[in-house]
C-alpha cells in the first residue's frame, strides 16, 4: 500500500511543477519574447527535465499544454527577431563602433566639449587606424564593369536585308571537276576487278571443258576454305558474271544451286541470255564455316591471285 502512495505523491508534485512552470511563462510573457534574453529556452529545458518523470495521461497533457504555449510564444519572438533585423539603429551602430575603437569611458579628465573630451583619452590614438583597416578588407573588391560603348541596350538588332545571290546553271555539258588522283584511283580499281571477272571466268570455263556432264556446285566454286574474306570476293566478282550474261546459277535435284558459263556469242544461249534473273545472296562467317565442313572443302576452286597476277 505504500508504494501507490508515494507514486501518487510524485505524479501530484510533478502535476504541481507543470502548472507553476506554465504560469511563470504566461506572467512573463514580456520577457520570454525579449531578444535580450534566453528565458524561453531555460523554460524548455526545464519542461524537457520534468518529462523525463511522465507516466501517465494527466501529466503528458499538461506537457502538451506547456509545449503549446511555448511554441506559441517561439514563433513571436521569431517574427520579431525578423522585424528588428530590418531596422537600422543609429545608436546601436555608434556604441559598437566607439566599442570597436577602444572607447574607455572611465578614464580622462573632465573638459567642457566632446572634442576636449575624446582628445583626453577617450578613444586611443590608433583609433581611427584600426577602424581603417578594418574598413578597408571590405573595400578589396575588383573594378566595376564599363561598358567601352556607351550602355548594353535590350533592343533586338536590325535585321539587314538579305541579298539573295544567283546562282550560276551549270550547262549539260559541264561536268564537275574531279581531281587527277581520285580520276586515277576510280581507273586503278576499275581495271583490277575487270581482270579478276576474267580470270575468274577462265576458271568457270576450264572446270566446264573437263566434264560438261557434271555440274559444278557454286557454293564449292566461290568458297575458299582459307578465307572467309577471298570467299566474299569470289561471290561479288561471280555476280558480275552473272550480270552480263556469262555465267548462269541454277538449282539441282537436291535445290542446292549450281553455275555453268553462258558463250553470247553462240545462237543457242541467246534466250537464255535475254530471260536472265538476279538475286541478291548473303553469307556470314558461321554459314562459311558451315559450307566447308559439311562439302569437306580443302582447296579452293579459285586460286588466291597473286601480286604479278593482279
Known sequence: MDEPSEDETTRRLLRQQYRELI????????????????????????????????????????????????????????SQLQSDMTVFDPSAFAEDLLSFMGLNRLDGGESDSDNEQLASGYLPSDAWHTLGEEAKKYFRRAPTFHFMLGAFTADPPVQRPRIERQQKKAGPD??????????????????????????????????????????????????????????????????????DGLATIKLDDDRL??????????????????????????????????????????????????????
Request: charged share 30%; glycine share 2%.
Open 23 to 78: 504560469a511563470d511563462v504566461q506572467q512573463n510573457r514580456e520577457m520570454m519574447l525579449s531578444t535580450r534574453n534566453d528565458k524561453l529556452t531555460e523554460s524548455l529545458e526545464e519542461a524537457n527535465k520534468l518529462f523525463g518523470g511522465v507516466s501517465r495521461a494527466r501529466e503528458a497533457a499538461l506537457d502538451a499544454q506547456f509545449l503549446v504555449l511555448a511554441s506559441t510564444l517561439g514563433k513571436e519572438k521569431a
Open 174 to 243: 559541264e561536268r564537275r571537276a574531279m581531281p587527277k588522283q581520285l580520276e586515277k584511283m576510280e581507273e586503278s580499281h576499275q581495271e583490277a576487278t575487270e581482270k579478276e571477272v576474267e580470270r575468274i571466268l577462265g576458271y568457270l570455263q576450264s572446270f566446264f571443258k573437263q566434264d560438261p556432264d557434271v555440274p559444278i556446285s557454286f557454293l564449292e566454286f566461290v568458297t575458299d576454305p582459307d578465307s572467309f574474306a577471298r570467299t566474299i570476293e569470289n561471290m561479288f566478282h561471280v555476280s558480275f558474271l552473272i550480270r
Open 257 to 310: 544451286p549450281i553455275i555453268e558459263p553462258l558463250y553470247p556469242e553462240e545462237g543457242e544461249n541467246s534466250q537464255d541470255t535475254q530471260a536472265r534473273k538476279q538475286a541478291v545472296m548473303s553469307m556470314s562467317f558461321q554459314e562459311w564455316q558451315n559450307i566447308v565442313q559439311t562439302f569437306e572443302i580443302s582447296q579452293p576452286m579459285i586460286m588466291p591471285a597473286t601480286p604479278a597476277t593482279k
